[in-house]
């Protein structure tokens, strides 16, 4: 049973940082790759960052490039997201999705976390 669960979220003023935490736990034998997703009150879910684990290529919505840094260990089934430079509209629950490998039978399947509360204020 793969487990996934994130940390790090609270209140920062506007143009403050916050580094969310992410780790995936439950046999897993390695990970396809890691993202975080937000969403805001009244919005659609939205992909902010991806990391590859093979090779730890990222990507980046356009609302966070240059502000936002997508690392992890996978070692430890870990992903972070370094937030920077924060404005309001950066306000949501961030979610992470972990993609899960099997050994034998390759993709598993995408997991997600319960959700961190961000709040920047103005």
């Known amino acids: 049973q793969v487990h996934v669960v994130e940390s790090g979220g609270g209140l920062v003023q506007t143009g403050g940082s916050l580094r969310l935490s992410c780790v995936a736990s439950g046999g897993i034998f390695s990970t396809n790759a890691m993202h975080w997703y937000r969403q805001a009150p009244g919005k659609q879910r939205e992909l902010v960052a991806t990391?590859?684990?093979?090779?730890?290529?990222?990507n980046y919505a356009d609302s966070v490039k240059g502000r936002f840094i997508i690392f992890s260990d996978n070692t430890k089934n870990t992903v972070y997201l370094q937030m920077n430079s924060l404005k309001p509209e950066d306000t949501a629950v961030y979610y992470c999705n972990v993609e899960v490998m099997d050994k034998r039978w390759g993709y598993q399947g995408a997991y997600w976390g319960q959700g961190t509360q961000v709040t920047v204020s103005s």
């Open positions: 990391i590859t684990s093979s090779s730890s290529n990222t």
